[in-house]
């Protein structure tokens, strides 16, 4: 089906030449605009645009077309703004999809916060590992924000969505049971050799088997790989001696606050990103709940600081007062990860 942001793609490379020209007047990549003409083309079945000596032009077909795409491109936004005036009132709702499970800690507080301005407020929550479904859940209009943990050198492949860094969960570490030899090190990031003889615990989903991969090659696994669904529970498990868990020191933090944990050399850092459809405008409610988490994100790294002379995480002197005035829930953050959905709503805030 012909879509809007399609048919705006073809006006402004016809009316620049240019499909760069175009990208940058539509702050979009020149892949992405590539990418929807060409759809366009598939679903027309027809070639609209040629490259000359002067630059792209439309073709003879493309000439016959043009004038009808822009009755259709006028009725969507027609109707696109009848819609808006018809809603005016702020939606009560939002739809979060993707590695959720790295947001838990923080939602009830921002639940706390926008329950102040939505009193129906409606927080869906849907775990998804893989980024392709997140991505098609966004392009579908399904869901309103997605969460990806990014390889702080890496990007997303997906030049239709926008990404926002929300805060840092730091480098890729074992949590070490009481007395293994690698606490007697010297401080800093542990090497692989002091781990190498040791079975390791891993969280079940991509992006935690990918910071174990990275961190130790095949031929480094020691004495094999033990799979867990829960932080939790494979925390418990390093600290009574069945292995060392693969995982960051946030995410080991939140489950255990006692636990032993140092990075690992070399091994990756993540950051975690709320994304959104390039282009879409976020309904208030998405766009305060994105600012809501960005806020308890950055009071979190007041608390929560990776030294990386010692390998270790820092805790500041404040990090009862922000737990308990933050609203973290140890529980939700340690939740097993799960495939199904969960309903946050405005009773869940905490006074």
């Known amino acids: 089906m012909v879509a809007l942001q399609q048919v705006e793609c073809l006006e402004e490379v016809v009316r620049t030449k240019s499909f760069r020209a175009a990208a940058q007047a539509l702050n979009m990549s020149q892949p992405a605009v ?3 003409i060409a759809r366009l083309e598939r679903e027309l079945n027809l070639s609209l645009l040629q490259r000359t000596p002067s630059g792209s032009v439309l073709t003879a077909e493309g000439e016959q077309i043009l004038p009808h795409l822009r009755t259709f491109a006028e ?3 027609h109707i696109s703004l009848a819609g808006e005036q018809m809603h005016a009132r702020p939606r009560q709702d939002l739809t979060l999809v993707g590695e959720t499970m790295r947001v838990r800690g923080m939602l009830p507080i921002v639940v706390a916060q926008l329950s102040r301005t939505y009193a129906q407020l409606t927080i869906r929550v849907e775990a998804m590992d ?3 479904q997140v991505g098609e859940a966004l392009r579908a209009g399904r869901a309103d924000l997605g969460v990806f943990t990014l390889r702080q050198d890496a990007d997303v492949h997906d030049d239709e969505l926008e990404l926002t860094r929300v805060y840092d969960i730091g480098p890729t570490g074992a949590c070490l049971p009481d007395g293994h030899a690698a606490l007697r090190l010297p401080p800093g990031p542990l090497p692989l050799s002091a781990l190498r003889t040791d079975r ?3 969280l079940e989903e991509p992006r935690s088997m990918e910071m174990a991969a990275i ?3 095949e031929a480094d696994r020691g004495n094999g790989v033990s799979l867990v669904d ?3 529970l494979g925390v418990r498990l390093a600290r009574s001696g069945a292995g060392v868990m693969i995982v960051n020191g946030l995410s080991a933090y939140l489950a255990d606050r006692d636990v032993s944990w140092r990075a690992i050399a070399g091994a990756p850092s993540y950051s975690l990103c709320l994304a959104q459809l390039r282009g879409r405008v976020l309904s208030p409610v998405a766009t305060d709940f994105a600012r ?3 806020l308890v994100a950055d009071s979190g790294s007041k608390v929560f600081r990776y030294l990386p002379a010692t390998g270790c995480y820092e805790t500041g002197p404040g990090i009862d007062h922000w737990v308990a005035t933050r609203g973290v829930d140890f529980s939700l953050a340690a939740a097993p990860r799960g495939s199904g959905t969960r309903t946050y709503s405005a009773a869940d805030s905490k006074p």
């Open 34 to 36: 590539s990418g929807h």
């Open 75 to 77: 009725h969507s936004r």
């Open 130 to 132: 893989d980024d392709i």
């Open 200 to 202: 390791l615990i891993v």
């Open 215 to 217: 961190a130790f090659p």
């Open 230 to 232: 829960d932080i939790a």
């Open 292 to 294: 809501y988490a960005t």
